[in-house]
């Protein structure tokens, strides 16, 4: 699907709704008009007039879209095309640029107006002074159905972003020795994705590794990165690689030393799990909440249903975590082309640990994984 169909789709779903719409350089921008996003930073980078980066449209209007010089020249979005441009000189007032802009939709005294989720609140209290009278909703929860059904070609995309993802991780095997730092893992993970074509990490490649001299320690990385990998251990690996706009998520087990029998025991409880959950995932014959209770059983039915902690899934695209998600409570009913994640865990603290994680089609009789490569336990002897 093109570009100028999104946006016209997009257009013909807010008519009536909204008489104009905002989207900041986003996902949500990104999915409708190819404006890409960064590299995103840990701390803020800010630039004279970043406030009013971002894209205009109404119903019926094609899209603006106002950068700062800074941002237009040195981010290299002065040269994206298929959309009007408008730059911000580094001494002029965002704020006049934006009502010139404004003034050109004819909005009524009173508009609606539709800003990403993503949008900051420096941005949503200067448009509150340029239009007093504004009712602000929600432009992501608009955009929502379009994003959350898939098409083939944007599955294409994904499976490629798999394809990269899974040969990093081969790569990443041949590289594995005892010895090893979890951080010294950690980096090399996020090099062989970018050495196979990934723009970078679609999240913070993380690591949830435990053993009898190995406990588990949630969020606490300064303290784990340094550790060594002491054998034996289960080396719980979740990462992902980022292609053309989409996030992959994928998760394995290794094992640095022979496995003892509890270790393969919780590998194989969460491998049949995840088994379940992909034949569970049937577009149009079950809803979301199922699909994470036909996983969990399995885990249930073997004695670590607590260690199970979190939920089977979520959707997934070009934001890692979207709604909907593979949960209690959730009770979505599954359509062609939704894709989530299926990442079943048993996680202990002060013995061995498992996880798997693909990303999965919901099809009428059942998941389709996009990924399907190192189903056994790998071993490091």
């Not at 630039?47 to 290299?76: F, K, V």
């Not at 005294?109 to 340029?130: D, F």
């Not at 498992?354 to 994984?369: C, K, T, Y």
């Amino acid at each position: 699907m093109s570009y100028s169909d999104r946006i016209q789709r997009f257009q013909k779903s807010i008519a009536g709704k909204v008489d104009v719409v905002f989207l900041p350089i986003s996902t949500d921008l990104e999915y409708l008009t190819g404006v890409p996003r960064d590299i995103p930073n840990f701390g803020a980078t800010m630039h004279p007039g970043a406030w009013l980066e971002g894209a205009w449209l109404t119903p019926d209007a094609e899209p603006i879209l106002l950068l700062p010089r800074m941002t237009a020249e040195l981010g290299g979005l002065n040269e994206v095309s298929g959309i009007e441009i408008r730059v911000l000189g580094d001494w002029d007032d965002p704020a006049n640029l934006v009502r010139d802009i404004l003034k050109g939709f004819n909005l009524p005294a009173k508009p609606r107006v539709a800003i990403s989720n993503q949008t900051t609140g420096e941005t949503t209290v200067n448009l509150q002074k340029i239009i007093p009278d504004v009712q602000f909703l929600s432009a992501t929860d608009l955009l929502r159905p379009l994003r959350v059904i898939k098409s083939e070609e944007e599955i294409a995309i994904m499976r490629r972003a798999g394809a990269i993802t899974e040969a990093a991780f081969a790569d990443v095997i041949t590289h594995l020795k005892h010895g090893m730092t979890e951080l010294e893992v950690m980096s090399e993970v996020d090099y062989q994705m970018r050495k196979h074509g990934s723009l970078g990490p679609s999240f913070t490649t993380s690591f949830y590794n435990s053993g009898p001299n190995h406990p588990l320690r949630f969020g606490q990385r300064l303290e784990t990165w340094p550790r060594v990998l002491t054998a034996p251990v289960s080396i719980l690996f979740d990462f992902g690689a980022v292609l053309d706009g989409f996030c992959y998520d994928y998760g394995r087990t290794v094992s640095f030393g022979e496995p003892p029998e509890e270790f393969q025991r919780v590998y194989k409880l969460v491998m049949a799990s995840q088994a379940a959950g992909i034949a569970a995932l049937k577009a149009g014959q079950a809803t979301t909440s199922q699909v994470d209770a036909a996983a969990r059983k399995v885990i249930e039915d073997g004695g670590y249903g607590e260690m199970f902690r979190h939920r089977l899934g979520h959707g997934i695209g070009m934001d890692v975590h979207e709604p909907p998600f593979l949960t209690k409570g959730d009770e979505t009913p599954l359509q062609e082309g939704m894709l989530f994640t299926i990442e079943p865990s048993i996680t202990q603290f002060n013995t061995f640990s498992s996880r798997v994680e693909d990303v999965v089609v919901a099809r009428p009789n059942g998941g389709e994984p996009l990924t399907r490569g190192y189903q056994e336990l790998i071993v490091i002897d």
